[in-house]
């Protein structure tokens, strides 16, 4: 069965230090995978996501940025943190050719507070 | 216009009731839809899938009205274990990515 991790699960950071965040999927090969930000009581904001190794697509302009340097690795970072930073990130991954449906699957998140 | 719109709650909801949601879409080209649940701090799970006219999973029913472009969530003898937060997901055929409403919060009071 397919699991994914996010790590870590809360972080305190002070404005201008630099930030970063990793998933990782096990139990399956070339899956989408997705970066959303959920602030405190909203809906949930699609960051970056990825189809393949190398391939990141922008949702939103902003200071962070999306790598993924191994088929089951995300890694959301930034240079510089700003207070609105602040929020629950979540990764997400999701099956590729189904043809059909994208259903995605989440992991535990990480709860991120700039201060 | 948002593109998936849900009516926010709260619903408070008495044990053992039962309770719908609706939500819109407004993209025609959305061909499957999902129903997640997210509790306070935690990830989004998904709950059910739809892809046709409906589905039900145990006292979970979903329906969808392409005509009208609205979704439906029913719960059935509702328990205090389905407190959370319901969010109604389209997806266009062949995009990789889903369009999520904001929520709709449900109590259920003992």
């Known amino acids: 069965s397919q699991t994914i991790h996010q790590w870590p699960a809360t972080l305190v950071q002070p404005v201008g230090s630099p930030l970063s965040l990793e998933c990782t999927v096990e139990g399956t090969s070339n899956p989408n995978l997705y970066w959303y930000r959920q602030a405190a009581g909203r809906g949930l904001q699609l960051l970056f996501y990825?189809?393949?190794?190398?391939?990141i697509s922008s949702e939103v302009p902003q200071n962070l940025s999306a790598s993924r340097p191994q088929d089951r690795q995300f890694i959301l970072s930034s240079k510089k943190l700003l207070l609105s930073d602040s929020g629950f990130y979540l990764c997400?991954?999701?099956?590729?050719?189904?043809?059909?449906?994208?259903?995605?699957?989440f992991g535990p998140g990480t709860r991120l507070t700039v201060t | 216009r948002k593109e998936v719109e849900q009516d926010p709650g709260p619903f408070n909801v008495p044990e053992g009731a039962t309770v719908a949601f609706n939500c819109t879409y407004s993209n025609s080209a959305s061909q499957s839809f999902f129903w997640y649940r997210q509790d306070c701090r935690k990830e989004p799970k998904l709950l059910m899938s739809v892809y046709s006219s409906g589905n039900e999973d145990g006292r979970f029913t979903a329906q969808l009205n392409r005509a009208s472009q609205y979704i439906s969530l029913l719960i059935r003898d509702s328990k205090l274990s389905d407190s959370a937060t319901y969010l109604c997901v389209a997806n266009v055929f062949g995009n990789e990515k889903l369009t999520f409403g904001t929520g709709t919060r449900l109590t259920i009071i003992p």
């Open positions: 997400a991954w999701s099956l590729t050719g189904t043809g059909y449906s994208y259903e995605q699957y």
């Open positions: 990825s189809v393949g190794i190398g391939q």
